[in-house]
């Protein structure tokens, strides 16, 4: 394409400029280009060698004054010497570039756009006016090298884009020119905000700072960066407070109120995405405020400039963290830096006229002065220039076939006397070396290099001075959180006990409470509230609490799951205890009693109560008061069989007995024959209907435990927070039968006894069998409801005391009258007695 076309667009910009501001010739001097020499290949260079514009008020009648830059940056005027010193090594090396000479062509871009863009301007096409002349259709340079400001460098790329011109920048970070779309010709030796934003969300993340400010450049560098920054921290849990922005035209009054804000936000963590220019601006205003006591977190911008160490913001910045570029050493650079800004470095003049300031003697040493031109100890962003003019070099070194026996003698290159932009920039992309540090030196499919960082803190060394000590470091090139590490080396934080400053809008939930949302607030304001019983949180500041698992309970913190309480009815408990000894009162009640009824089996009354059944039945009824015993204790397979099986067969034996028995009162006293002549039932018959009786509950025990066996049980159901371990059924139809069986028995006995209660009282047990079969049944039917509504162990207690109840009311209906006469009347256990009464009765 015709540069020629160049000269359409300088006046169309000029016109613009001429509407908005002022035009576009701030400097006003015939020695623009500032820096210059000549070569085969021209590298063109934009530094802010200015970092301000000083602008007059522009009316309708009169031309706009030229803008005049002014506040002399030495930074950013080193990378303009280091740019030169790059060229001149490549000049001297008989390896890269051998017989090509390299000139450069640097232009001042004030750091803002419009300076940037009158030097894309130059640098492209030249200063001389083009109007009427044939354009010799060749850049004046075939790269460029800047600028420092994301802004600059986005105006400096787009119009150099359109010739499909190289662009190198070494301190452009918005992660914006990454876009190949817009910018396909741009390089860069410094990484991509994309990847800082996100180092910064982690570093304040590490930390444990969820509650931020943040304040930014208002231009392209801030703007992006934050915004980055903030979605990168939304994503990490991390709230920012206020996000304030700052140009660098600002006026005092919006200066001012960004630092009120500032001050009156309870965030102890201040992220500030600034150029250098704005940082200044805002530490004037915070000196004035007295802003102090924040934990400054900074972009790599201003986090290594040496002239923020003075003791002027010290009290300020002291403690800063924030990532920077990995600093390197130039060989040779500080001897080749130029004394110039003598006067200003020393206090002094060579006018000896000037009232008030000393003369130079011309003695001075400039190499024992620190300032931002001399100064090497930092060589950060200066290596990245000097990383750029290389990779022009190489790109131009591959394209002119340097070195390649098939197109070259002794190292030459061939030369060529039209370098297409476009095929530089495909050189430049493939471009892959090493420098004599040892450093890579390569660009990805966007122009970006690898992103690493260092991580520097601002601490004091032993004088006193300020210096940024590397205490960790960012590689993007790693995944899976490994991208951010810390080495252990101690931080020094701005706060008065050195301690890491706390920044949070709310403080952590701890183990065993969980976080709730205020409404209307940021996620990181919140309040704290317990877990409910049966969950947990194992974690400071935990978002929800988790449930236990089935058999396991919170503990009283609520910060732990551990076993449940196993409940069931033991020996150890009171309820336990008094069951037992009752059951084994029981028991040994019963043996007493068969011990009279052994010690008087010969008397009368035994023998007409039918001695060989009320041993039977006391045997029985001893082994229902020991069966109780089976429902005491931890259930196991074996006892919760045996304590079923045992309970429905010893009371189907005890009511078995009875109702034999009843039966052979009823068939004696209601035979038509006198008594003396009634055959008594047969003992056989008797056995066999105990036994018969007896069998028929074995049977179905036998299918039960068959088919569906009783089992130990954990039972989660009843009680949240405890385990009750019972007996299942297995079948409860088993059960049932069972239960049912023995209350059929006892209802048959019951009948019985109730027809035959008034027959003659010394032969008759019918009315005693009648009250022990009342009392049997209404234990047994009141069991029943109870039984099913009682919680956990006390199902078992309820059937025990069942179990005890109708046993003691069988015992003492029965055999209570019995011993009575037995051990207190034994007048009326004689055969004459009974025989009288039997008289009386008929």
């Not at 974690?539 to 309970?553: G, M």
């Not at 048959?748 to 009392?775: G, H, V, W, Y």
Request: overall charge neutral.
């Amino acid at each position: 394409m015709s540069l020629c076309i160049m000269s359409l667009f300088v006046v169309i910009v000029r016109i613009l400029a001429e509407e908005e501001t002022a035009v576009c010739e701030m400097w006003g001097s015939p020695e623009f280009p500032l820096l210059f020499k000549s070569g085969d290949i021209m590298i063109g260079g934009a530094f802010s060698m200015h970092s301000q514009i000083d602008a007059s008020s522009v009316t309708l009648s009169d031309a706009p004054d030229p803008l005049i830059c002014t506040r002399v940056n030495f930074r950013e005027f080193r990378f303009a010497q280091t740019m030169i010193f790059a060229i001149e090594e490549i000049n001297k090396s008989s390896s890269l570039l051998p017989n090509i000479s390299v000139g450069y062509k640097i232009f001042d871009s004030c750091g803002s756009t419009l300076p940037s863009t009158r030097a894309a301007m130059g640098l492209i096409n030249g200063q001389e006016k083009t109007f009427g002349k044939s354009c010799s259709g060749q850049s004046t340079v075939h790269a460029i090298i800047g600028t420092s400001e994301s802004s600059s460098t986005i105006v400096l790329s787009q119009i150099s884009g359109i010739f499909q011109m190289p662009v190198i920048s070494h301190f452009s970070t918005c992660a914006c020119l990454s876009n190949r779309k817009e910018h396909p010709s741009f390089f860069r030796t410094i990484p991509s905000d994309y990847y800082q934003s996100r180092a910064l969300a982690q570093l304040v993340k590490h930390f444990g700072w969820t509650w931020v400010g943040a304040v930014r450049s208002d231009n392209d560098y801030g703007n992006n960066g934050m915004a980055t920054f903030i979605e990168a921290a939304t994503q990490e849990g991390i709230c920012v407070e206020y996000s304030e922005a700052i140009a660098r035209t600002a006026s005092k009054e919006q200066v001012e109120r960004v630092v009120r804000v500032i001050t009156r936000g309870t965030a102890k963590v201040l992220v500030a995405f600034l150029a250098q220019s704005e940082m200044d601006i805002l530490l004037e205003e915070a000196l004035r405020q007295n802003l102090t006591g924040l934990q400054w977190v900074g972009s790599e911008s201003w986090i290594t400039a040496q002239h923020l160490t003075t003791m002027k913001y010290s009290n300020i910045l002291y403690g800063s963290i924030g990532f920077a570029i990995k600093k390197a050493k130039i060989a040779g650079l500080q001897e080749f830096l130029l004394q110039e800004f003598w006067e200003e470095t020393f206090g002094c003049s060579f006018q000896s006229s000037l009232q008030g300031v000393k003369q130079c003697s011309g003695s001075e040493r400039l190499r024992d002065i620190k300032n931002p031109f001399t100064d090497v100890s930092e060589l950060r962003i200066s290596n990245n220039v000097y990383k750029a003019v290389y990779a022009v070099a190489h790109a131009m070194h591959s394209m002119l076939k340097c070195g390649e026996k098939s197109e070259a003698v002794n190292m030459s290159c061939t030369w060529k006397s039209i370098l297409p932009p476009k095929e530089i920039v495909k050189h430049i992309q493939n471009v892959n070396f090493s420098l004599p540090s040892g450093e890579r030196v390569y660009f990805d499919e966007k122009g970006d290099p690898a992103a690493t960082y260092q991580l520097v803190n601002w601490q004091r060394n032993s004088a006193g001075d300020i210096v940024f000590v590397v205490v960790g470091s960012y590689d993007a090139s790693l995944q899976n959180g490994k991208e951010f590490t810390m080495n252990g080396l101690n931080i020094t934080w701005v706060t008065e006990s050195f301690e890491r400053p706390v920044s949070v809008c709310s403080e952590s939930c701890p183990p065993g409470f969980r976080q709730a949302m205020i409404k209307g607030k940021p996620i990181c304001c919140f309040s704290c509230i317990a877990c409910t019983a049966g969950e947990i949180s194992n974690s400071t500041n935990s978002a929800e609490c988790s449930p236990c698992p089935l058999e396991y309970w919170s503990n009283e913190d609520h910060n732990k799951c551990v076993p449940k309480v196993i409940e069931f009815l033991s020996y150890e408990e009171t309820m336990g205890a008094l069951l037992a000894a009752f059951s084994l009162f029981g028991a040994s009640l019963t043996l007493v009693v068969s011990f009279v009824f052994f010690w008087f089996r010969h008397t009368p009354l035994v023998k007409a109560s039918n001695s060989e059944l009320s041993f039977l039945l006391l045997l029985s009824l001893n082994l229902c008061f020991l069966c109780a015993l089976t429902f005491i204790g931890q259930p196991t397979d074996w006892s919760c069989m045996l304590r079923h099986v045992a309970f429905g067969i010893t009371f189907a034996l005890c009511i078995s007995c009875i109702l034999t028995k009843t039966i052979t009162v009823v068939i004696a006293f209601t035979a038509k024959r006198p008594a003396n002549t009634v055959p008594q039932c047969s003992v056989s018959l008797q056995r066999m209907g105990v036994l018969g009786g007896t069998f028929l509950q074995v049977l179905v025990c036998a299918v039960w435990l068959t088919l569906a066996p009783p089992f130990p049980y954990n039972n989660t159901v009843y009680a949240t927070e405890r385990i009750v371990l019972e007996c299942s059924l297995g079948s409860s139809i088993g059960f049932w039968v069972v239960l049912g069986y023995i209350g059929l028995l006892a209802i048959l006995c019951l009948i019985l006894a109730f027809l035959a209660r008034k027959l003659p009282d010394n032969f008759n047990e019918a009315k005693f069998i009648t009250f022990s079969m009342l009392i049997f049944s209404a234990v047994w039917v009141t069991f029943i409801p109870a039984y099913v509504s009682s919680p956990g162990k006390f199902t078992v207690a309820v059937e025990i005391f069942a179990i005890l109840a109708s046993s003691f009311g069988l015992l003492f209906c029965i055999f209570a009258p019995k011993c009575y006469i037995l051990l207190l009347k034994p007048e009326r256990n004689t055969k004459n007695h009974m025989m009288g009464r039997e008289k009386h009765f008929h």
